[in-house]
Structure formats: C-alpha cells, structure tokens
C-alpha cells in the first residue's frame, strides 16, 4: 500500500501540480490582462519617448491579443457545446422545429385547398386521386358499430386525407386543427350600418353596383329564413349578390351548380362507394360541414336550382330546415361511423348549423322547371329584374361580423318593431278580401315570416309600409300564378284599386306592379 502511495505521489501528484500551474498561468493571465491600471502605468513610463509608429504598433499589439482572447473563448465555447448539445444550438433546435411544423400546415393547407379548387372547376364529386389501402376484404360491409373506441375527435393527431373514406371532410378536420385561427369580430355595428357598408364594399371593391332597398330586402331575408331565392332575367346579379356578401364578411361563398339530371339527396350530399370504400363527397356536403368549425355566416348558392326539380333533390333539406330545435337539423350521411372518419360525423350525421344560409338562384325561361309552392313557402324570394345605375362611394373595407352578434340584431329587431296592429288590422281585411273573391288566403307559415320580415327590414333602415308591400307581393300575390288568371283582369284592377282603398294610394307600388304584370302576361 506504501509503494501505491509513493507511486501515487511521485506521478500522479505530478498531474494534479501541473493541472494547478495550468489554472494559475490562465488566472495569472486573465489577471494580467484585465489589470488595466498596472498595465497604463507600464505604458506611461515608455510612452515619453514613443514616436507615432510606436503607437501605432501598441494599438496593434493589443489588438491582438483582444483577437486570440476571443477566439480562445469562441472554440472553447464551440467545444462545450459540442460535447453537451450535440453540435446544435438550442434556439437553432427550436428554430428548426418550428419550421418543421409550419412545412407540416402547409401542406395540409395546401391539399385542402387543392382539393377546393378542383371541386370548383370540375363541378362534380371527383374521388381523391390516391388510391385507399384495402383495410377490408372484398365483399365485407360497413362495421355496424356506431362509435368506436378510437374514434377521430379533434383533440386527436391528424389523419391522413388518403387514409380515409372521407378525403374532403377529412382535409377539413386537419386544417381547423393546425392552421385556422378565429378572427377579430368587429360586432359593433346595427342592420342599418350593415347594409349601407356591404353597399358601398360591393361598389367600391367588387364594381357591383345595388339598390340600398336590394341590400335591406337581402338581410332582412337572412333574418327571416335559412332559404332564399333570386329570381329574375339573365345578368342582373343575382348570384353575385350572395358572391360579395361572402367577401364582404370575409367568408367566401360556396357555389354549387346545380345539373339537369339531379333527382334525388345524393346530388346534394354524396353517397358511398361499395365498391371503393370511398364516400363521394360534394361541395354542398363540405360547406355545412365546415361550418361547424366556425361563427362567421357562411352562405351556399345553388346556382340555377331549377334547371332540375327542386322537390325532388332538395325535399329533405326542406324538411330539416323546418324542425323547430336546431339541434334537429342533422342530415344522415352514412349508417355507420369508421374509427378514422371526420371529427364531426356523429352517429353517421352532420350538423346543420345556424351560420349557414343557402341561396337559390332562379331563370324563369324554357330551359327550367316551375318551382313548386312548398319551396317558396318555405323560402323568401327577390326579385331582380334591374341593375341598378353605377354610382361613386369611398372605397370600403370588409368587416368580420359573427353569427352570434347577426341573430343577435334580428332578434333586437324583432322586439324593437313588431308589426303594428294597424298593419295587422289591415292584413286581415286584405285576408278576407282574397278568400272571398281568390279563394286565397294567409297561412300561418306566412303570417310568421310577415312577423320576422317586416322588424328586420325596419331595423335595416326601410319603413314597415315598404317590407309589407314587398312580403305580400312576394308570398301572398305568387300565389296568384296558379289560378287561371284568363278571365279574372277586371277583379285583379278591383283588387289592385282596393290596395290602395286600405293602405292608401299608391303605398303597395310592389304589389300593384305585379298585379299589372300578371294582366300582360294572362
């Protein structure tokens, strides 16, 4: 033990004493260097005799001995970090993992958005090009369990779009969970200011050019039911109108053109594949679905909805629409749910949720079919017959503006202006009038949308004479079009003069101009 000692003391004392005189020799230089008040005196005491180029070779010297001390200090630190971190810096690490997970939204925005304007220009249900894997054997059926346990909720990591029968909806799920951020609502404006900058926005940005009173009969209608119609000759904007709404609240419209050969639900919300173990998604399908994601109002035209039977494709969205809880418009779109389907499927349904309006557009010509009295009883149609003339206005900005605050204005509205009981003492006169000599009357459907239209339009700035002139032009006096009006010109001028005898001459200028219109066309 002795000897180990000796040993130990002899070589490896040694060491550890040469170890001491390296951190000495390094204090003793730092020491040194950074003693700045010893190292001015040295310099006085020479610097009587020094000349300029002596000067000039201090400033040089001590330069360089700054440059090796900075250098010594940069590998040393360079070593460290090497040796604990692995050669990467940690703000580089996280520097490079943010852009790891922004190339990551990236691309699933921009398969989604691929997949958007695909759908856009084809105008049809294309499947996903990339082929599914076979997850079943050939001939099986779709699992009969309804939630799974591993089923896709949003909390869950993204799917692959390819993965799943449900490519568009699930591109959907992906981006609301990585990429969509909620905007800033701007909820201090009432109906009235609503209309007059949704005006000026589409003049100014879009060069589409509309009456005041066409914007106050457009919101109104929202604030009336989820289904309204434009109808009216070719080129009067009747779906840019819709169009420019959607940027105006920076929301873009859903365009679906509707074809000649649709007949049934399928057109509307897409059908499975047995054979590909695909769903056939639509665009209509994709916009009520996505809407759950969201509070911005979010409207979907059905470009030329009667280029085939409205009845017949569009029954049950009818149907829906008219369940008195919201809670109850859910459409089925499959029987059973997958493990990897959509976050928002529930039980093979989707919600239709109350910041969606769908907007029809109608050309009343040879090429089209007669939309049927259960439809226009359940919407609210316009008439746009005219463009208005162009007019200059300060260039206007789109606003975001929420569901939540525009329910909250139309039922302000509604509390605010109810339809007076002069009004009301007035309709049923008229009521009595059509029964007598039309066989005609006010359904209770009607009366309701009378008593939601006409507080919104006043709350949208017009007066409760004009949307009574206008409501009862566009869903009591339609009603005419099914009679044989042939013989009947003289009691349409008796019931034209008797407008005028209730609510005062020329007050109903709608209504009489639609009466003189069905005498020219009868």
């Known amino acids: 033990m002795n000897n180990f000692f000796n040993y130990f003391t002899e070589d490896i004392g040694q060491v550890f004493q040469a170890f001491v005189e390296v951190l000495s020799a390094i204090f003793n230089f730092l020491n040194y260097l950074f003693n700045f008040p010893m190292r001015m005196n040295i310099i006085k005491e020479h610097s009587e005799s020094f000349s300029t180029t002596d000067w000039v070779m201090l ?59 695909l759908a856009m220009t084809m105008g049809n249900p294309e499947l996903p090009p990339e082929e599914e894997e076979e997850k079943k054997e050939e001939g099986e059926e779709e699992s009969t369990e309804l939630v799974p346990s591993n089923r896709n909720t949003f909390d869950s990591p993204c799917v692959d779009p390819s993965d799943s029968r449900f490519f568009r909806l699930t591109c959907v799920d992906n981006y609301y969970k990585t990429e969509y951020v909620k905007p800033e609502y701007d909820n201090e404006m009432n109906l009235e200011q609503i209309c007059e900058r949704f005006r000026n926005f589409a003049a100014s940005q879009l060069k589409l050019y509309y009456d005041l009173d066409m914007m106050r009969f457009f919101l109104a209608s929202m604030g009336t039911s989820r289904i309204i119609i434009l109808q009216g000759i070719s080129g009067t904007g009747k779906t840019s109108l819709p169009y420019a709404f959607g940027k105006f609240v920076q929301k873009d419209t859903t365009v679906v053109s509707v074809q000649p050969s649709w007949r049934e639900r399928t057109e509307l919300y897409g059908y499975f594949n047995e054979f590909t173990k695909r769903y056939a998604e639509t665009e209509f399908l994709q916009a009520i679905y996505e809407c759950n994601y969201f509070r911005d109002p979010h409207i979907v035209i059905l470009d030329e909805m009667n280029i085939a039977r409205v009845e017949y494709y569009f029954a049950e969205m009818l149907s829906i629409l008219e369940m008195p809880l919201q809670e109850e418009w859910k459409v089925d779109i499959v029987t059973a749910v997958w493990d990897n389907d959509p976050c928002l499927i529930d039980g093979g349904k989707v919600q239709i949720t109350n910041n969606v309006w769908i907007v ?105 004479i004009q949307a009574i002139d206008f409501i009862v032009a566009k869903k009591v006096l339609r009603k005419f079009e099914s009679l044989s009006l042939g013989f009947m010109k003289d009691e349409l001028t008796k019931f034209s003069n008797y407008l005028d005898k209730v609510f005062g001459k020329n007050q109903m200028a709608i209504c009489k101009d639609y009466i003189e219109q069905l005498k020219k066309n009868n």
């Open 360 to 464: 029809g557009t109608i050309n009343n010509d040879d090429s089209t079919f007669a939309v049927a009295d259960k439809v226009y009883d359940r919407a609210i149609p316009i008439d746009l017959d005219s463009r208005a003339d162009p007019f200059e206005c300060e260039m206007t900005d789109p606003v975001y503006i929420s569901t939540d605050r525009l329910n909250e204005l139309f039922d302000e509205a509604k509390r605010n202006y109810p339809v007076s009981q002069e009004i009301m003492d007035k309709l049923e006169l008229v009521n009595a009038y059509l029964i007598k000599n039309f066989r005609l009357a006010f359904g209770n459907r009607i009366m309701k949308q009378i008593g939601d239209f006409v507080p919104c339009f006043i709350g949208c700035g017009g007066s409760e």
């Open 59 to 117: 400033l040089i010297a001590n330069i360089m001995i700054i440059a090796v001390c900075c250098l010594i200090i940069y590998f040393i630190g360079k070593l460290i970090r090497k040796i604990f971190f692995g050669g990467i810096s940690k703000r580089e690490y996280e520097r490079m993992s943010a852009q790891v997970r922004t190339l990551q939204r990236d691309l699933l925005r921009s398969n989604y958005e691929k997949d958007k304007i």
